[in-house]
């Protein structure tokens, strides 16, 4: 009975092995999917900034053919107005047409003046569309090699996963459902881990003595006891010389 108690401990001390290691793989798992989630975030940035250029100079650049319309525009009116002049009676139409035009050349001078301050700003945003889409696609090469090298990773370790849910599968068909239930249970209420082996008279879950009654009781016990001090489902090892 005695030896079958002590294999029921050791199965279930290597059942919370595996569970510790497997929430560890687990924890790997999440830091590499928030590792990939950054390298997605960095690219959608660098791809916004290099959208955000292109849409900048895009503006710019309907402004400009804008200006350029009403421009001629403005050329076409005076054009007609100055054809008008020959066939004028008055004076005083005469000389209104005139300030027209001369109006009308005004603003064309002055859109004219805009243009140029827009033709620069044009310059300038190719330039910076230009230098946007070398960067994005340099960043955006490097990103894939990142994310490349964090998916082999990740396939390696849910492999682990995978190997852990069978060594797992093949543990819990040792213990027996009694057992296994004693073990949840304790599982709920203590800081893992929830089963440690005595050792020297010290439980190794919270490194603390254990009373020599206590300690002796548990090298003959088959029946399951709590570290007085953790509360740990506890069990004697023999110590190694």
Known sequence: MADNFTEQMLLLAKLQKID????????????LAEQLKEIDDREAVFKK?????????????????????????????AAQKDARLTSIKTNKEYHAILKEIEELNKKNSALEDTMLEYLEKIEAGEKAVKATKKTF???????????????KQTKGIEAKLEELAELRLKALDGIEPKMLDIFKRTTRIVIQPAIAAAIKSVCMGCNMNIPPQFYNELQKSDKVRNCPHCHRIIYWEKPTE
Do not use: P
Not at 25 to 31: A, P, R
Not at 58 to 70: G, M, N, P, S, T
């Open 20 to 31: 510790t290691e497997v929430s560890m793989v687990k924890i790997s798992l999440g830091d």
């Open 49 to 77: 900034t290099t959208e955000d250029t292109a849409t900048d100079l895009e503006a710019v650049q309907k402004e400009y053919r804008e200006l350029d319309r009403q421009i001629k525009e403005n050329a076409d009116s």
């Open 137 to 151: 696609t340099e960043e955006k090469k490097l990103l894939a090699e990142d994310r490349s090298a964090i998916k």
